[in-house]
């Protein structure tokens, strides 16, 4: 079974300028998370979507950040314009619901200069 | 003790001796835990769960050993081999909150 898949795996960027960064969760899963990471930091969860719905997305900074999982399946994260506090490693998971374990992808690595 | 930002507590071990890492969490309320193991350019893995009606739980060479009086948690690893060199966390869940990630531990083994 293959596992979540992220890309791209490496982004380096200018300030300002956009990004966006997609996710492809284990099949059959219909939970997905977004988490950021900064270094020598534990995840941080911003996003949640059980199938379609993002129904936990109060950590999302929603004035640059969006996300989207149209059929339920691929998401895609967005930062616009990003920021140079935005450099960090943005996580993918998926679980089968809710209460299952959380499979995380290996994630995508933002610097933004 | 306790290290913010890049720089994370480490353990060293020798290559054959047993391994504790150690979690401080922070809600009473909290009522699931989950040990994960994040190697470098990966994402975090998960080892080993345990309920809040447990006080310890037992896998393949890891154990988990959970005290609510003192709200801590305790990842064992016996017989630690390189391929354990890591970063590990806790992780905690209350109820239909998040998963909140404690502070990470670099555990490195030396051959």
């Known amino acids: 079974e293959a596992g979540v898949v992220q890309s791209p795996r490496y982004k380096i960027i200018e300030k300002k300028q956009p990004v966006a960064f997609w996710c492809n969760p284990i099949?059959?899963?219909?939970?997905l998370y977004w988490y950021l990471q900064n270094l020598g930091q534990g995840p941080e969860l911003l996003i949640r979507y059980e199938n379609e719905e993002a129904v936990d997305d109060s950590q999302l900074p929603k004035d640059r950040f969006s996300a989207e999982r149209l059929k339920g399946v691929d998401s895609t994260l967005k930062i616009q314009p990003a920021e140079l506090g935005d450099s960090a490693v943005y996580l993918c998971a998926s679980s089968r619901t809710v209460d299952n374990e959380q499979f995380f992808g290996p994630g995508t690595r933002l610097t933004v200069l | 003790g306790e290290s913010v930002g890049l720089h994370l507590p480490t353990l060293s071990v020798q290559e054959g001796d047993n391994s504790i890492i150690n979690c401080a969490y922070s809600n009473s309320a909290s009522d699931y835990f989950i040990w994960y193991k994040q190697e470098s350019g990966k994402g975090p893995q998960f080892i080993i769960d345990i309920r809040s009606n447990m006080d310890k739980r037992q896998g393949q060479r890891v154990t988990v050993l959970l005290n609510k009086t003192v709200k801590h948690l305790s990842l064992q690893i016996a017989a630690t081999q390189p391929g354990d060199s890591a970063v590990y966390f806790c992780?905690?869940?209350?109820?239909?909150?998040?998963?909140?990630f404690g502070k990470g531990t670099r555990l490195s083994v030396i051959a």
């Open positions: 992780a905690e869940i209350s109820g239909n909150t998040p998963l909140v």
């Open positions: 099949s059959g899963h219909n939970t």
